[in-house]
C-alpha cells in the first residue's frame, strides 16, 4: 500500500508571497496532521482535520490555514511568508483522531524562505 | 516547562551496545506514548507506542512507562550502525507533541 504523499518536495519563495503545501493519506485513513519542524526542533503541531472538519490547532498565527477534501487529501496554506517560516513541513495520517491512534508522516515538504 | 522533555545528547554507544533514552512529560493526564526515529533529512518513522505502565518489547526495542514518575524510555538492543539516528519520543492527545530528540551514534 501506499504511504503518506506529499508535494512539492521542496519549495523555495520570497518574504511575502504564499505557498500551498498537499497531502494525500494512507488509504482508509480519515484523519490528516500538519506539523512543522525547524532545525534542531521537534515537529510542532499545527492543525488537525477528521472527517474535513477541523478538530485542533495549534499556537501559529492566521497566516496558516488549511482544509480536507471529501477524499480526505489536504492542503496546508501559508500567506504573507516570513523567514521563519522556513521548515519541514510534514502530514501525518491517521485512520481516526483521537490520542491512542498511531500517525504516520509522509516524507514532508521542505519550505525556504528568502 | 516544556511539554516532552528528552535527554539533549547526543548519545555515543559501540555496536552491540544497548542504548538507552529517557523523556519526561508534564502533563499526568497523558495516556499515549510514542516513539518516532528520524533520520538526516527524513521524515520521522514510528519505531513504538505505549499506553500502560511496564515494558513493551518489540525486537530489539523496549518500551518502557511509569506514569506515576510521568516517565517513558526507549532501550536499543544490540545496536547497529544502521541505528544511528534522532529519536523523538511524542505524548498523544489527539495531537503529538514532541521532544528536541535525542541523537544517537553508533560506533562500529
Known amino acids: 500500500d501506499a504511504g503518506v504523499t506529499q508535494s512539492p518536495t521542496h519549495l523555495i519563495k520570497t518574504r511575502g508571497q504564499q505557498v500551498t503545501l498537499r497531502c494525500s493519506p494512507i488509504s482508509g485513513h480519515k484523519s490528516v496532521s500538519w506539523y512543522q519542524q525547524v532545525l534542531g526542533q521537534g515537529p510542532q503541531f499545527i492543525f488537525q482535520?477528521?472527517?474535513?472538519?477541523?478538530?485542533g490547532r495549534g499556537n501559529f498565527p492566521d497566516r496558516f490555514s488549511a482544509r480536507q477534501f471529501p477524499n480526505y487529501s489536504s492542503e496546508l496554506n501559508v500567506n504573507a511568508l516570513l523567514l521563519g517560516d522556513s521548515a519541514l513541513y510534514l502530514c501525518?495520517?491517521?485512520?481516526?483522531?483521537?490520542?491512542?491512534?498511531?500517525?504516520?508522516f509522509g516524507p514532508g515538504t521542505r519550505l525556504t524562505v528568502l | 516547562q516544556k511539554e516532552v522533555e528528552q535527554n539533549s545528547g547526543p548519545l555515543s554507544v559501540p555496536e552491540g551496545a544497548i542504548a538507552s533514552l529517557n523523556c519526561t512529560y508534564s502533563d499526568r493526564g497523558s495516556q499515549s506514548f510514542f516513539w518516532y526515529r528520524q533520520y538526516s533529512g527524513k521524515s520521522p518513522e514510528l519505531i513504538m507506542f505505549?499506553?500502560?505502565?511496564g515494558d513493551k518489547e518489540d525486537g530489539r526495542f523496549t518500551a518502557q512507562l511509569n506514569k506515576a514518575s510521568q516517565y517513558v524510555s526507549l532501550l536499543i538492543r544490540d545496536s547497529q550502525p544502521s541505528d544511528s539516528a534522532t529519536y523523538l519520543c511524542a505524548v498523544n492527545d489527539y495531537k503529538l507533541s514532541f521532544g528536541a530528540g535525542t541523537t544517537v551514534t553508533v560506533r562500529a
Open positions: 501525518a495520517s491517521s485512520l481516526s483522531s483521537g490520542g491512542a491512534v498511531e500517525q504516520f
Open positions: 482535520y477528521y472527517e474535513k472538519e477541523e478538530r
Open positions: 505505549i499506553y500502560s505502565n
